[in-house]
């Protein structure tokens, strides 16, 4: 298709206005996985200006089911740079700028982000979205933030003021299991298989269970004694990994933990009195076994594996892993931390390893056995990646974005309109913000659910921001800062007390803690380098006013060399610090009160381990769908809305 064909067919669909802006756009898209691909197929397609993408991450053979972009001979490259290769053949006029790096890199500080007029996310995990929705919300620019979990999606649109902030709702931490249902009381198959995975694998090849988030150790006088004695089975299990490579070694490991300490609670008949105890099993009998297991039975992975096929890959897992450590220790170079092998569902030795104690362990305890297919799917925590869920979304991520845009234009030509009418710039300011609220409340928040055997889309208007949330409900501000000259007392004195008019009760914090509040003055000669403040550090100050405390100010910190005869520190726009809430609205949390609230009849507005895969807890899907089904699913959803003015194109983008 040449180039004017494209512009004709783009431009009366959306409308040669939204056409004209989206050639002009500079977006980002965070993340090119699953929703990604799709996403950035969209935006190409559309004609976006100018495109750039962040991954850290390269392409693995499991991508290739859904992340159309990437091809077998893409296997081991970065997913950023091929993801731009491949989706920049789709339209020569769109430029696109990729990067194989972390999000959260300092590089991409609030400055990077202020280039852009939206942005997209497609990440698969809390960290990363919470990283991203920070920076918009510093940068004052538009998020659209999407996530899927199997056949469920969801897409919210966040502005600054405007709308909620991903942060605005709770989200809930991955689901953790007791420790000791995990060590001494199993009754399911996945809390066997979390004991293979987050404590035998960690304490033999990783670090420690300790680290584990599916963990939980919180203890309560009845169960600490029992937690001391499973931290001494722990310390006998280390000690153990120092024979690794040994030839008593696989006996070993496995007399200990399927044997003695199965022993050891069994002899604990209390525990016992109510539930079936388990049984130990003896190595040297089922040695006697072996010769009768098939080659190849790790490879049966949709078979449920007998004792003593459980008991083959047991001991062949346990070699090829101790192997891998022995090279990892060979070749390591002196001074660096252990080796150390982590878990990975894809990788062929580690889940042979969890699939067979998993099952040895569910032996022991009259748990069922699962096979390696299933306990491949529970040990990574996986609902299966659905590619069509992945397209919807990212499809509906491209639709909220022009009313995004939209809400753009129509401030903008609000403003030209006033200005020609010689407005007072305060009356145009306070005009064009109702404006662009009003368009911007055409925005939704999507969830895309199964609802009986039909899957729907479903809408919700989007919710003012939460008052009380720590993240979006402060003020913010960038300063310059002369960091050799300006001291903790310049910003003090100058910048908050009488620029900003603070009072005596303070405090301002670094991420590493307190600098200052009225008892603890003790860095306020210091420079902000001796301090350890840098260059897109941020610092934050905390009204503790009894009467009219202002919500928390964030300072973000442009290092600068300033003359000799300019101030050390400046604020490079004087901030408005609205007055905290006065009561906390607790019970309006997540609820959708509209954005703007002058009767508009379709209101509203506001209101989902790098590599690992997205799981509805991680992504903090599950819940919300939940909450918001019973909710959305009586609304009619056959509203059409017939949209046919020459600049404002053909198509509906409606959605409400
Ligand atoms: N901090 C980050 N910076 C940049 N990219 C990130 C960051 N965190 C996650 N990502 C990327 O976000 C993408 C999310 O995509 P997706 O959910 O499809 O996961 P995936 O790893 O591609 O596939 P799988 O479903 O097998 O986990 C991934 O490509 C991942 O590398
Ligand atoms: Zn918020």
């Not at 997205?614 to 509203?639: F, M, Q």
């Amino acid at each position: 298709m040449t180039a004017t064909g494209r512009d004709r067919h783009a431009s009366k669909s959306l409308g040669s206005n939204l056409h004209a802006r989206i050639k002009q756009a500079r977006v980002l898209m965070v993340g090119a996985g699953g929703i990604g691909c799709e996403l950035l197929k969209n935006l190409v397609l559309t004609g976006f200006g100018e495109i750039h993408i962040v991954d850290l991450d390269t392409i693995d053979l499991s991508n290739l089911n859904r992340q159309f972009l990437f091809r077998n001979e893409h296997i081991k490259k970065s997913k950023a740079l091929v993801a731009k290769e491949s989706a920049g053949i789709f339209n020569p006029n769109v430029k696109i700028e990729a990067y194989h790096d972390n999000i959260k890199d300092p590089q991409f500080n609030v400055a990077w982000f202020q280039k852009f007029d939206i942005v997209f996310n497609a990440l698969d995990n809390l960290e990363a979205r919470r990283h991203v929705n920070k920076m918009c919300l510093a940068a004052d620019v538009p998020l659209v933030e999407s996530g899927t979990t199997g056949f469920n999606g969801q897409v919210q649109v966040i502005r600054k003021g405007k709308t909620q902030c991903y942060d605005c709702t709770p989200k809930d931490a991955p689901k953790s299991f007791p420790v000791c249902t995990i060590r001494s009381t199993p009754s399911q198959p996945i809390h066997c298989i979390v004991w293979a995975k987050s404590y035998l694998f960690t304490e033999i090849f990783g670090t420690s269970e300790d680290d584990a988030p599916e963990l939980d150790h919180s203890e309560d006088s009845e169960n600490a004694k029992e937690i001391a004695n499973l931290r001494n089975e722990s310390q006998a299990l280390k000690r153990i990994r120092e024979s690794m490579g040994s030839k008593e070694f696989p006996g070993l490991v496995f007399n200990k933990v399927f044997k003695e300490d199965i022993e050891r609670l069994r002899s604990m008949e209390d525990m016992w009195k109510t539930r079936k105890a388990p049984t130990a099993l003896d190595y040297e009998d089922l040695l006697k076994e072996l010769p009768s297991v098939e080659k190849n039975i790790a490879q049966k992975d949709q078979a449920t594996w007998t004792v003593a096929e459980n008991f083959a890959v047991f001991l062949d897992s346990l070699s090829r892993l101790s192997n891998r450590m022995e090279e990892t220790r060979a070749n390591a170079d002196t001074g660096n931390s252990p080796p150390i092998l982590t878990f990975d569902k894809d990788d062929a030795d580690t889940l042979d390893f969890v699939a067979a104690s998993a099952n040895l362990r569910s032996i022991i305890f009259g748990i069922e056995a699962r096979s390696k297919f299933d306990i491949k799917q529970m040990a990574g925590n996986i609902i299966p990646a659905i590619a069509t869920t992945n397209a919807m979304t990212a499809s509906i991520c491209v639709l909220q974005a022009f009313k995004v845009m939209r809400a753009d234009l129509a401030k903008d030509k609000l403003r030209e309109q006033l200005s020609e009418a010689k407005t007072e710039e305060e009356l145009i300011k306070t005009k064009t913000d109702e404006e662009y609220s009003k368009q911007l409340s055409k925005a939704k928040m999507v969830f895309l659910a199964p609802n009986g055997t039909e899957r729907r889309v479903t809408t919700e208007g989007l919710s003012r921001p939460d008052e009380t949330c720590p993240v979006c409900s402060v003020a913010q501000s960038t300063i310059v800062v002369d960091a050799n000259r300006a001291t903790l007392n310049d910003l003090i004195e100058d910048l908050l007390r009488l620029q900003l008019g603070y009072g005596e009760e303070f405090s301002v914090n670094s991420d590493a803690g307190l600098l200052y509040d009225p008892e603890e003055d003790a860095n306020l000669r210091k420079t902000f380098a001796e301090l350890g403040l840098k260059n897109d550090n941020s610092i934050t100050i905390i009204d503790d006013a009894d009467e009219g405390a202002r919500v928390n100010l964030v300072l973000h910190i442009s290092e600068q060399e300033l003359g000799s005869e300019a101030k050390p520190i400046d604020l490079t726009q004087k901030p408005e610090i609205p007055l905290k809430p006065r009561t906390a609205p607790a019970e309006t949390n997540g609820d959708s009160r509209p954005i703007v609230t002058n009767g508009l009849t379709n209101g509203v507005t506001n209101g989902a381990t790098s590599g690992l895969k997205r799981t509805a807890d991680d992504a903090g899907l599950e819940d919300e769908l939940i909450r918001k089904k019973g909710k959305v699913a009586a609304k009619p959803d056959d509203d059409v809305v017939v949209v046919d003015d020459a600049n404002d194109g053909i198509i509906l983008i409606d959605d409400d």
